[in-house]
């Protein structure tokens, strides 16, 4: 499978914010939009909510679950041992 890169603007201040969120989730900012890319594709729409508020298993079980999809589809490039 062939990778493509995709690339977006974004002002600094929500850029800032929105790694800051990720690293708090223990994922990275790049590791988030493939997670993301693999749902949207698979629900055919927007498939959840993140929210540090509801980090508890709901969030765990969201991020397994986008792990579990992007390792069947051949984009993981880390495992999510929780």
Same mark, same amino acid.
């Given at each position: 499978?062939?990778?493509?890169?995709?690339?977006?603007?974004?002002?600094?201040?929500?850029?800032?914010?929105?790694?800051?969120?990720?690293?708090?989730?223990?994922?990275?900012?790049?590791?988030?939009?493939?997670?993301?890319? +693999? =749902?949207?594709?698979? @629900? /055919? &729409? *927007?498939?959840?909510?993140?929210?540090?508020?509801?980090?508890?298993?709901?969030?765990?079980?969201?991020?397994?679950?986008? +792990? =579990?999809?992007?390792? @069947? /589809? &051949? *984009?993981?490039?880390?495992?999510?041992?929780?």
């Amino acid at each position: 499978m062939a990778n493509s890169l995709v690339q977006f603007r974004t002002d600094d201040t929500s850029r800032i914010k929105a790694a800051n969120i990720c690293e708090r989730l223990g994922i990275d900012l790049p590791t988030y939009m493939r997670m993301c890319i +693999s =749902r949207l594709i698979q @629900e /055919n &729409g *927007i498939p959840f909510s993140m929210k540090l508020d509801d980090i508890g298993n709901r969030a765990v079980e969201a991020m397994k679950e986008a +792990s =579990r999809i992007a390792e @069947e /589809n &051949g *984009i993981a490039d880390m495992t999510l041992d929780c």
